[in-house]
């Protein structure tokens, strides 16, 4: 279901768990974004880190399916990656030269705000970005 009317967007998207799922949304985010009018920067930023969140469900939890909930409200992006594990997500030290354990450092550095949201199903770690007016 998508809802869109002047600066308001909501969408959300079912993939399976795996990391071929993490190409997809990236394209499904980007998509989303630039037809919303969103800045490249912003949408840029908002790709990576949800390419990053939709690696490390797949690589850590477990879960058959994760949801990517996409909203934009006035001047504020949330993103939401949902799975079905309960296990919080835990930041790695990772080197220069690390293949892996990167994700949440990332997310760290780039979003203005993340968290994590624990339910009877699972969790959804979610991020928020400023969307500079147009």
């Not at 799922?21 to 037809?35: F, N, P």
């Not at 490390?56 to 058959?64: E, F, K, P, V």
């Not at 990772?94 to 994700?103: F, L, M, P, V």
């Amino acid at each position: 279901m998508t809802t869109k009317t002047s600066r308001l967007l909501h969408c959300t998207t079912n993939l399976a768990c795996t990391p071929a799922s993490v190409r997809i949304a990236r394209t499904w985010v980007h998509q989303w974004l630039i037809s919303d009018g969103a800045p490249e920067a912003v949408t840029t930023v908002a790709v990576q880190l949800t390419s990053e969140l939709v690696a490390n469900a797949a690589q850590w939890t477990g879960c058959s399916r994760v949801a990517i909930r996409l909203r934009v409200n006035n001047q504020r992006l949330r993103v939401d990656v949902e799975d079905g594990s309960r296990s919080l997500p835990v930041r790695l030290p990772a080197d220069w030269d690390d293949e892996n354990g990167r994700g949440l450092n990332v997310l760290q550095a780039l979003a203005d705000r993340w968290g994590v949201t624990v339910h009877p199903l699972g969790k959804a770690v979610w991020f928020e970005l400023r969307v500079p007016a147009s």
